[in-house]
């Protein structure tokens, strides 16, 4: 019974090792074809893949090129232009100046003499140089001195809005006085020499003259006899005429 069994077992594996070789090289080689296939187009997809990336960069925009200036300085290739209507100028190109000065609030507060004179020159609009700042000092000390340069609020004795023709009125302030005198300057062909010399404000002796050859003083100060020269004292008035 044993040795029949084991005839019935080795019949059965006969059995199965007959039915697989009796698969067909056709059927073998078909179910081979799908793996096989796969590993054969693995390569063609890489280099399909390498091939539209190669694409994608070529059909990108690209920058444009710069080129090396020419021998005369320009540049070559595409160039952009600007479009300006006939009727546009250029603005012109300003080269002023510029000086810094005291304002009247400040010098009216400082209350000098000297701060007096500068505020006439600003009324004026003359430049407050050292010159014309000393020709003024000098020229109220020749008509009031200089311990009461304020007398009568009027300290170049002008008679042009003070209500007296010789000089001898008077303004409601030293501001006002400030004002009228400089108008007087601006105003009156008769002290356009006065006028010129503050202008250009650098000879504070040449502007002396130009004092003393006006109608402004009866005595033209004697020619420059009665005129000193020495520094000017610097004396503040009452707060009361300002």
């Not at 012109?92 to 007096?116: F, M, R």
């Amino acid at each position: 019974m044993r040795d029949a069994g084991r005839q019935v077992h080795g019949a059965r594996r006969a059995a199965r090792h007959g039915v697989a070789s009796r698969v067909s090289p056709a059927r073998a080689e078909a179910r081979a074809t799908p793996a096989r296939a796969a590993r054969r187009a693995a390569p063609l997809a890489a280099s399909v893949a390498v091939l539209a990336l190669g694409l994608t960069f070529a059909l990108a925009p690209q920058p444009a090129a710069v080129t090396a200036p020419t021998a005369d300085g320009a540049f070559t290739g595409d160039t952009q232009t600007l479009n300006v209507a006939a009727d546009v100028a250029a603005p012109a190109v300003s080269h002023e100046s510029y000086t810094s000065t005291t304002g009247p609030e400040t010098l009216i507060a400082s209350g000098t003499n000297e701060d007096w004179a500068k505020l006439v020159l600003i009324d004026g609009d003359f430049p407050v140089t050292e010159a014309n700042i000393t020709v003024m000092l000098r020229w109220m000390r020749q008509e009031n001195g200089a311990d009461n340069w304020w007398n009568r609020n009027n300290p170049l004795n002008n008679g042009y809005g003070s209500g007296g023709g010789s000089g001898l009125g008077s303004y409601d302030s030293l501001v006002t006085a400030a004002e009228y005198c400089a108008g007087a300057l601006r105003h009156f062909d008769h002290y356009d020499g006065i006028e010129a010399a503050l202008e250009a404000g650098d000879d504070a002796d040449a502007t002396a003259r130009a004092i003393w050859a006006s109608p402004w003083a009866s005595s033209h100060y004697a020619d420059g006899a009665h005129w000193s020269t020495r520094p000017a004292e610097i004396v503040q008035a009452p707060a009361s005429a300002w």
